[in-house]
């Protein structure tokens, strides 16, 4: 995720900020577009904006991922060094 990253043009943000999204294009009975696709048609922004309205924080949700990898210490301290620069 780009978004809320920190990172700037031709930084990459870090591996932690990872969401899987459901596939596409076509994914569900309404011919909707997957969540792949639709985050990367109408912009990150966006896309979390109208998660949000469902429900589904991106912070928390990065949080929950970040605290089940088993990576999850090197994450932890990957993050307070962020938050210390």
């Given at each position: 995720?780009?978004?809320?990253?920190?990172?700037?043009?031709?930084q990459k943000?870090?591996d932690?900020?990872?969401?899987p999204l459901c596939?596409?294009?076509f994914?569900?009975?309404?011919d909707q577009?997957?969540?792949h696709?639709r985050q990367h048609v109408?912009?990150?922004?966006?896309?979390w904006?109208?998660?949000?309205?469902?429900?589904v924080?991106?912070?928390?949700?990065?949080?929950e991922?970040?605290?089940?990898?088993?990576?999850?210490a090197?994450?932890?301290d990957?993050?307070?060094e962020r938050e210390m620069?």
């Open positions: 995720m780009r978004f809320g990253s920190g990172a700037g043009i031709g943000p870090d932690w900020r990872t969401v596939a596409g294009p994914s569900n009975i309404d577009l997957g969540c696709d109408i912009g990150e922004p966006t896309f904006a109208n998660a949000e309205k469902d429900g924080v991106l912070d928390t949700l990065l949080s991922l970040a605290h089940a990898s088993p990576r999850a090197q994450i932890r990957a993050r307070r620069a």
